[in-house]
C-alpha cells in the first residue's frame, strides 16, 4: 500500500523493522504519531536519544546502566558478594530480580555459545565471567540460561570450566510453570520435570 | 518492574502510549532499541522528526502531505473532480485507493459527529465538506465512514444538508466481507446484506 507521504513512509519503514511489529501495525502506528500531538512525537524521539547517548554497558557485568562507574546490581551494597548469576540478556537481570528469590550479583553473558550460528565462546562475556569468578572468590554460579540446545551447550563448556576449583554451580530448575495445566505442557518439559522432582 | 535504568525506563514509558502496545511489549521494544546499532536509533529518531517537521494537512482535502500545496491526490490529474469519497481518517485514503474501485477526489473529516463524546459537526472538518461541494460543482459525494454510531450519525448530518441540492449521495455497502463465512458474521451486518440486497 502506497501512502504518498515519503516521511510517513519512512517512519512506518523504520518502525516496521521492531520485534513483532508487521507492516499493518508499523502503519497504524505510524498513522497514531502523526496524529498525536508534537509533545509525545518529541518525547518519543528524546527517549531515543536518552537511550543512545547515556546507556551503556557496566564494565563488570555487562548489564546496561546509565552510571558513570558500576552498574545498579553491582553497586548495591546489599547483596551477597560471593554468589553470581549468568544470564543470556540483560533483560533477564529485571526478572530474575523481580521474583525477589536471588540477592546476589549478576553477570550477562550477551550471547550463548551456538556453533551453528558461528557464535563461539570468545564472541560472548564469557572470558570475563571466568576472570570474575576467580578474582570476586565466587561461592556459588547459577545458571540462569534459556532451555535450549545454546543454553545446553553453554552450561556444559561453563560446567567444563568450572570443573574441580570449588565452586558450586547450579542451573536454575525447568519443568511445569506455577498455574500450569499438564494437559498443555510439552512433553520434554513434562520429562525434565519428572527428572528434577523435589522430595517432600 | 524496575529497570534501574532511567532513560530506558522513558523510552518504555513513551512506547507504551502508542496503540496496542503494553507494557511488556514496551519493554520489549525498549531493550530491543538498546541492543540495535545506535544507526537505527538514529534513523527512528530521524523518522519521527521527520514526520513532525514536513508533513501537514493539506488545505483541501486534510489528508496528510508533505507537499507545499496540494497533495498527492488532489494534485493528481487522472482523477474525476466532480466525485468526492468522504473519510474519517487520512488512513483510509490509502486503504480506499488501493482497492482500485475509486478514481475521484477525497475529503478527510477528521472523525465523525458523536454528541455523547462532545464531537458536534463544528469539531471536525465538515463545514469545509460542504463548501467544497458547492465551490468545486462536486455531482457524487461518497460517504465511506464506520458502520457505528458516529458514523451513522455523520451520515444523516450530511444527507440533511446536501437534501435537494442535487448531489447524488451514497453511503458503502455493509455486508458480507468477500471469503467471509456466514457462520461467523453477526446478526447486524446479516441484516444489513439483506436490506442491501443486489438484483442479479
Given at each position: 500500500m502506497i501512502l504518498h507521504v515519503p516521511s510517513l513512509e519512512r517512519l512506518v519503514n523504520e518502525l516496521s523493522?521492531?520485534?513483532?511489529?508487521?507492516p499493518k501495525t508499523a502503519q497504524r502506528l505510524g498513522y497514531y504519531v502523526l496524529r498525536s500531538t508534537s509533545e509525545y512525537n518529541e518525547a518519543l524521539q528524546l527517549a531515543l536519544e536518552g537511550v543512545r547517548k547515556s546507556v551503556h554497558e557496566c564494565p563488570k557485568c555487562f548489564s546496561f546502566t546509565?552510571?558513570?562507574?558500576?552498574c545498579f546490581y553491582c553497586e548495591?551494597?546489599?547483596?551477597?558478594?560471593d554468589t553470581i548469576c549468568v544470564v543470556?540478556?540483560?533483560?533477564d537481570i529485571a526478572r530474575f530480580d523481580s521474583s525477589g528469590a536471588f540477592k546476589g550479583r549478576y553477570h550477562v553473558l550477551h550471547g550463548a555459545i551456538s556453533p551453528l550460528e558461528g557464535?563461539?565462546?570468545?564472541?560472548?562475556r564469557l572470558q570475563p565471567l571466568l576472570e570474575r569468578i576467580q578474582n570476586e572468590n565466587i561461592k556459588e554460579v547459577i545458571l540462569a540460561l534459556d532451555a535450549d540446545l545454546e543454553g545446553d551447550t553453554t552450561v556444559l563448556y561453563i560446567s567444563k570450566q568450572l570443573h574441580g576449583k570449588g565452586v558450586k554451580l547450579s542451573r536454575i530448575a525447568h519443568g511445569i510453570?506455577?498455574?500450569?495445566?499438564i494437559d498443555y505442557i510439552d512433553f520434554r518439559t513434562l520429562g525434565r520435570a519428572i527428572e528434577n522432582r523435589v522430595e517432600i
Amino acid at each position: 500500500m502506497i501512502l504518498h507521504v515519503p516521511s510517513l513512509e519512512r517512519l512506518v519503514n523504520e518502525l516496521s523493522k521492531l520485534p513483532g511489529i508487521g507492516p499493518k501495525t508499523a502503519q497504524r502506528l505510524g498513522y497514531y504519531v502523526l496524529r498525536s500531538t508534537s509533545e509525545y512525537n518529541e518525547a518519543l524521539q528524546l527517549a531515543l536519544e536518552g537511550v543512545r547517548k547515556s546507556v551503556h554497558e557496566c564494565p563488570k557485568c555487562f548489564s546496561f546502566t546509565e552510571n558513570q562507574s558500576l552498574c545498579f546490581y553491582c553497586e548495591d551494597q546489599n547483596r551477597l558478594d560471593d554468589t553470581i548469576c549468568v544470564v543470556e540478556d540483560p533483560a533477564d537481570i529485571a526478572r530474575f530480580d523481580s521474583s525477589g528469590a536471588f540477592k546476589g550479583r549478576y553477570h550477562v553473558l550477551h550471547g550463548a555459545i551456538s556453533p551453528l550460528e558461528g557464535i563461539l565462546p570468545k564472541d560472548i562475556r564469557l572470558q570475563p565471567l571466568l576472570e570474575r569468578i576467580q578474582n570476586e572468590n565466587i561461592k556459588e554460579v547459577i545458571l540462569a540460561l534459556d532451555a535450549d540446545l545454546e543454553g545446553d551447550t553453554t552450561v556444559l563448556y561453563i560446567s567444563k570450566q568450572l570443573h574441580g576449583k570449588g565452586v558450586k554451580l547450579s542451573r536454575i530448575a525447568h519443568g511445569i510453570p506455577i498455574g500450569g495445566d499438564i494437559d498443555y505442557i510439552d512433553f520434554r518439559t513434562l520429562g525434565r520435570a519428572i527428572e528434577n522432582r523435589v522430595e517432600i
